[in-house]
T-cell receptor
Framework: DAGVIQSPRHEVTEMGQEVTLRCKPI?????LFWYRQTMMRGLELLIY????????DSGMPEDRFSAKMPNASFSTLKIQPSEPRDSAVYFC??????????????FGPGTRLLVL | SQQGEEDPQALSIQEGENATMNCSYK?????LQWYRQNSGRGLVHLIL?????REKHSGRLRVTLDTSKKSSSLLITASRAADTASYFC???????????FGTGTRLTVIP
């Protein structure tokens, strides 16, 4: 398996523009997570899905952020409109859940977003 | 917040020395995991220890868990320059499948 795939790897955009980040989880994994990492706040969980259904989106900073998972092999994180403070590295991760608790999370390489 | 806190924030050692990182958390957990992140990369899972386990080994890694003190430690023995990275602990609450990541320890191993 190729692991978790994210695109684009780098994105530079201007304030006010719409940004769409994409993620393909590992085949067979039933959990998908979106994280944001900055020097100031560290690694923050934004939202996670189980079997394509959003379970907890309490980490989504505001209404400008939205995430979808239309099928088991694809998810998007959208920021509209983008602001400079959204600049960060955004990671997608997937895992196989279980009754004994969360298993290993496999992270993608991340999307480095810079909003000017 | 359930988020764990690693200590120290940064650690610099000579190659061949052992490195010890600690993680403290606040509430009861299901399991605790350690991850590594090389600069500019995603996190990579190292080891998972369940709440009913006290110690676990994987190669040069040794993890301990003390649920009474709500703390865990990661020991890397005979460190190598390639071990230079940030190390994060992550905790899960009983019944949940998401993880709460700590703030990380930045380890530098000097050749």
């Amino acid at each position: 398996d190729a692991g978790v795939i994210q695109s684009p790897r780098h994105e530079v955009t201007e304030m006010g523009q719409e940004v769409t980040l994409r993620c393909k989880p590992i085949s067979g994994h039933d959990y998908l997570f979106w994280y944001r990492q900055t020097m100031m706040r560290g690694l923050e969980l934004l939202i996670y899905f189980n079997n394509n259904v959003p379970i907890d989106d309490s980490g989504m900073p505001e209404d400008r952020f939205s995430a979808k998972m239309p099928n088991a092999s694809f998810s998007t994180l959208k920021i509209q409109p983008s602001e400079p403070r959204d600049s960060a590295v955004y990671f997608c991760a997937s895992s196989l859940g279980g009754v004994r608790g969360p298993g290993t999370q496999y992270f993608g390489p991340g999307t480095r977003l810079l909003v000017l | 917040s359930q988020q764990g806190e690693e200590d120290p924030q940064a650690l610099s050692i000579q190659e061949g020395e052992n490195a010890t990182m600690n993680c403290s958390y606040k509430t009861s957990i299901n399991n605790l995991q350690w991850y590594r992140q090389n600069s500019g990369r995603g996190l990579v899972h190292l080891i998972l220890i369940r709440s009913n386990e006290r110690e676990k080994h994987s190669g040069r890694l040794r993890v301990t868990l003390d649920t009474s003190k709500k703390s865990s430690s990661l020991l890397i023995t005979a460190s190598r320059a390639a071990d230079t990275a940030s190390y994060f602990c992550a905790t899960s609450l009983t019944g949940a499948n998401n993880l709460f990541f700590g703030t990380g320890t930045r380890l530098t191993v000097i050749p």
